[in-house]
C-alpha cells in the first residue's frame, strides 16, 4: 500500500499518510501539533498518493468537513510561540545546546525529529506563558491573635446565651427530669419573675379504683373516692378533676371540675406534683340534692 510525506502549512510538521487516512474528507487531515486542517494532497513533499475515490453519501447530507476550510487556530501563532520559546530559553538555558546543535547538524534524522517535536514543545511553553497571564485569587491572610480570641469569646458568649434560653423555656421539664437543678432554677426565676413548676403531661396520669356512694352519717351526701396514679418517668403537675354525674336515662346531670387545691390531700405537694410512679388517694363529699345520680364519670385534664 502506497503512503507518502505531507508538511502543514500552517506550522511546517511533517507527517505520513496513506490513502485510507485522507479518503474520509476528502483528502483533508488535522495536523497533530498546531492541530490545523490542510489538504494532504496538496501539501505532498514526499511520495505519491494513488487517486482514491471518495465514499458516497448515503443520505444525501453534506460533507463531514467541507474542502476548502480554513484551519481553525487551536494553539498559538508563530509569533507567540516565538516569544514563549525565547522566554522559556532565558528562564532555563540550555546547557547542552551547543552539543546538541552539532550533533544535529551531524544527524538529519535527529534533526527532522527534532523539527516534528518542536510544536508540541513550543505550545507546552506557549500554555504555560498564558497561563501566567491569568490573576489568581490570593489566599487568605490569616486571622490575626485578638481576631481569633474574640471569635472564641463570641462563640463562648452565643452558648451560654443559648443555654439560658433552654433553661428558660424547658425550666419545668429539666427540674422534673433532674430534681438537682429544681433549686438553682427556682432562685434564678424569682429574680425573672417566673416559677418552676412540674411540667402537664395528661397521657402518664389516671385513675385506679374510682367510686361513688352515698355517706351513710350524712343524708343527701354523697362520696367519691379515687386513686390517681402517675405511671410515667418523671413527676407532673397535678391536673384538675372533672366529675360527671349521670341520671336515670344516662344524660348528665351535674358536671364539675375541681382543682388540685380543691381534691388533694394535705400531704399532697401541689409544687412538686406527683412524683413518677405515685399513686394521690382523693376523697371528696358531694352535695347533690335534691339530684339523684346513679352513675358517673371522672376524667382529668389541665385547665
Known amino acids: 500500500m502506497s503512503s507518502a510525506v505531507t508538511q502543514c502549512p500552517h506550522c511546517r510538521a ?33 511520495g505519491q498518493l494513488e487517486p482514491v475515490e471518495e465514499d458516497a453519501d448515503t443520505f444525501g447530507s453534506p460533507a463531514t468537513v ?23 530559553i532565558a528562564k532555563k538555558p540550555d546547557v547542552n545546546a551547543d552539543s546538541y546543535g552539532a550533533r544535529a547538524a551531524s544527524d538529519p534524522a ?27 485569587r490570593e489566599p487568605a491572610a490569616p486571622l490575626s ?14 452558648f451560654v446565651t443559648l443555654l439560658a434560653n433552654a433553661g428558660y423555656w424547658f425550666r419545668d421539664e429539666i427540674s422534673s427530669r433532674f430534681p438537682s437543678t429544681t433549686r438553682a432554677l427556682t432562685a434564678a ?3 425573672l419573675g417566673c416559677r418552676v ?33 402517675n ?27 375541681f382543682s388540685p387545691e380543691q381534691y388533694a390531700p394535705a400531704n399532697a405537694s401541689l409544687t412538686r406534683g406527683l412524683e413518677a410512679g405515685g ?11 335534691p339530684a339523684v345520680p346513679v352513675g358517673f364519670k371522672a376524667d382529668h385534664a389541665y385547665f
Not at 212 to 228: E, Q, R
Open 110 to 136: 535527529s534533526t527532522q525529529s527534532a523539527s516534528n517535536a518542536k510544536p508540541e514543545r513550543n505550545n507546552a511553553l506557549a500554555d504555560e506563558a498564558e497561563r501566567s497571564k491569568y490573576d489568581w
Open 231 to 257: 405511671s410515667g418517668s418523671y413527676a407532673v403537675a397535678l391536673p384538675s378533676l372533672v366529675l360527671t354525674l349521670d341520671g336515670i336515662g344516662g344524660e348528665p346531670i351535674a358536671r364539675r371540675a
Open 66 to 88: 467541507m474542502p476548502g476550510i480554513p484551519a481553525v487556530r487551536h494553539g498559538p501563532t508563530a509569533d507567540e510561540i516565538r516569544v514563549a520559546a525565547q522566554q522559556g
Open 145 to 158: 491573635r485578638g481576631a481569633r480570641v474574640g471569635y472564641v469569646l463570641l462563640s463562648f458568649l452565643l
Open 279 to 289: 399513686d394521690l388517694e382523693i376523697k371528696l363529699y358531694l352535695d347533690v340534692s
Open 14 to 46: 511533517k507527517f505520513r499518510v496513506r490513502p485510507e487516512h485522507i479518503r474520509a474528507h476528502g483528502g483533508l487531515v488535522r495536523c497533530g501539533a498546531c492541530r490545523g486542517i490542510f489538504d494532504a494532497r496538496q501539501n505532498l513533499i514526499e
Open 197 to 229: 413548676q412540674p411540667p402537664r403531661r395528661s397521657e402518664a396520669l389516671g385513675f385506679v379504683g374510682s367510686d361513688l356512694a352515698a355517706d351513710p352519717a350524712h343524708k343527701g351526701l354523697l362520696i367519691f373516692t379515687a386513686t390517681l396514679k
Open 189 to 191: 426565676c424569682a429574680q
